[in-house]
């Protein structure tokens, strides 16, 4: 029998968790899968975290020395960040066209206005969102600029923190171009070898990945309390799914013109970071399916995705901001009309880009910048906890819908960025057991 692709397989212990998580819903089973399923969950989440320091060292390292040549470093370094910021643009100003052409906030009646507010506004989870935001808020303008630096990579790896250990890395990488091919040589071998380690981890874990998928979304499932809440709030939904289906077609536009790649076929390839991007709602936790995917199934070299990869699930975040201006709007059609002004939607270009740049890669990560965003243009203080009570019963899902687009986004870059340096080639996927036979 031919071997089921993995995304199909993927599909199918979503779809199966997704059915576990409503039958223990309707037998009060919540707790079983908090205690007995979740936890499987949990445990693929920790092993992705697990690799992706060492494999954002071992491929940028190798993928820098490889370059041969520092210039050809800044050429990439300008290409990414000028066509991150580019679709960044591109999707909050549909974020922002949707949401005034629909106005889903508008005419939202009063009673339903006020349920969601008493169920949410002091829900732990809100108060938690307004305290990070307030925290963020308080640091100096340069401290985004300060933090790319460590001061101890050592800390830095085991904070996880990804643009010091990019940072790290090119700094690494850009001298052992410095001190000549001989002496750095063996250095870059012991990281090369990383490489393929790390690589084959991530073909293991992905082995788990469908078991995986039925553990975390049977725990969303169980998370879904208010359903009339939640039908309530659809029209907003549509508007934020509706945007980034959008955003999905503009980067098959770009694949099909500047990467001469067929969209379906890039699709079929990159569909289990996606899934799992869904799954986990974290394209930080992706990052390293992500990688695998680009390098092994799309081609792209490692020198290019070892960089445009780890610097776009940090700093490119074209579903997050979409959602954000959409969000943002949506709250002010509800509770402050008055602020929705041409001049205020402009400030929100601006602080979104920033906001979705500053934007941790975690779940949830997005709807914090929004409460900077929404601070940016002078919304009351007192309706934010209102504002974030309205869209917080849907977030969950949303979240796992945009950051599928952010993974979605971050590997076009990376294939156009390696198209455009002749960094594209054939891939060759390896299978987990390329060497078992040897071995076993
Ligand atoms: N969960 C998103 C990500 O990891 C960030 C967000 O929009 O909350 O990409």
Known sequence: MKKLALHWKIIIGMILGIIFGFIMNAYNGQKFVTDWVAPFGTIFINLLKLIAVPL???????????????????????????????TTLVAIVIGLSIVNLVKPGTGMPQDTI?????????????????????????????????????????????????????????????CLLLIGEKKAKPMIDIFDSLNEVVMKMVDLIMLFAPYAVFALMANVIIAFDDTTILAKLLQYAFCVVGGLLLMIGFYMMLVKIYGKKSPMWFLNKISPAQLLAFSTSSSAATLPVTMERVEEHLGVDKEVSGFVLPVGATVNMDGTSLYQGIAAVFIMQVIWPEGLTFSNQLVIILTALLASIGSAAVPSAGMVMLVIVLESIGFPPELLPIGLALIFAVDRPLDMCR???????????????????????????KEWDDNYEAVK
């Open 56 to 86: 954002i060292l071992a491929s940028l390292i190798k993928g820098i020395s490889d370059l041969k040549d520092i210039s050809k470093i800044r050429d990439m370094g300008l290409r990414t960040i000028g066509i991150y910021i580019a």
């Open 114 to 174: 006020e349920k969601i507010k008493l169920k949410y506004e002091n829900d732990a989870g809100v108060t938690d969102k307004l305290m990070k935001a307030s925290a963020q808020k308080d640091a100096g303008p340069l401290q985004a600029l300060v933090d790319i630096f460590p001061s101890n990579i050592f800390q830095s790896m085991a904070d996880a923190s990804m643009l010091q250990v990019i940072f790290f890395a090119l700094f690494v990488g850009i």
């Open 403 to 429: 950051t599928v687009v952010n993974v979605t986004g971050d590997a076009t870059v990376s294939m156009l960025v390696a198209k455009s340096l002749g960094k594209l080639h054939d891939p060759k996927p």
